[in-house]
């Protein structure tokens, strides 16, 4: 499948993707996205004592990003891929608060990724699953000659999802989520709690970190 999207708001919000999977054989899947994106967005800290404190502040994130994923089953179930990704984030209409949070820390950051990932994928489905289980660990390298990053990055992230009906209409949902960056990894690269795939309650980027973990 190829989709397209386009999103904008009145409050400077927009974003604009393009997106597939394509199947070539049972063995064989290549995964794509492109997305532009501006958000009015908030911060009230750098850690999590910070984020439960200190008053918000506000400015606007432009990400630019480019991503692609080629996926070899060894069997049905058991499968590896390969990663490669560009990604431009900057910060910018940074408010008097969010200045104060941000301070001299880099306000810009890009550069590419070179990643793999090994997971067992029993679902009936990818996209509506009703049943099965999907485990997957994933690890990215982030090359500083490849960007304006200081030093090189690394970023591990598993996945376990589980799904078992119920009864007529009932299912059982289970998503346990873990997210690992290196020492010293630019806040604008950091695991942000808060999505439209999890944890939905909080105000995404609320709380921010080299680790996080979900359920």
Known sequence: YTALSATASISGYYR???????????????????????LPTRIWG??????????????????????????????????????????????????????????????????????????????NSEINAQRGIYFCIEAMLRPSILGNISHDLWRASTTFDYYQPLWRGGMLAVDIYGEYHSAGT???????????????????GRFNGECMATA
Not at 16 to 38: M, V, W
Not at 92 to 119: E, M, P
Request: net charge positive; charged share 20%.
């Open 16 to 38: 604009f993707a393009i997106e597939g999977a394509h199947h070539f054989n049972p063995r064989h899947r290549l995964a794509y996205r492109i997305e532009a994106r501006s």
């Open 46 to 123: 750098l850690d999590y004592n910070s984020s439960l404190d200190n008053p918000r502040g506000r400015y606007t994130s432009k990400k630019y990003h480019g991503w692609v994923d080629y996926r070899y089953n060894f069997t049905r179930h058991i499968f590896i891929s390969a990663t490669a990704d560009y990604q431009y984030i900057e910060a910018t209409n940074i408010d008097y608060t969010a200045s104060a949070v941000i301070a001299q820390r880099i306000k810009k950051v890009y550069g590419a990724g070179i990643g793999t990932a090994l997971g067992i994928d029993t679902r």
């Open 186 to 204: 630019p806040w604008l690269l950091r695991a942000n709690l808060g999505s439209d795939y999890r944890m939905r309650g909080y105000y995404p």
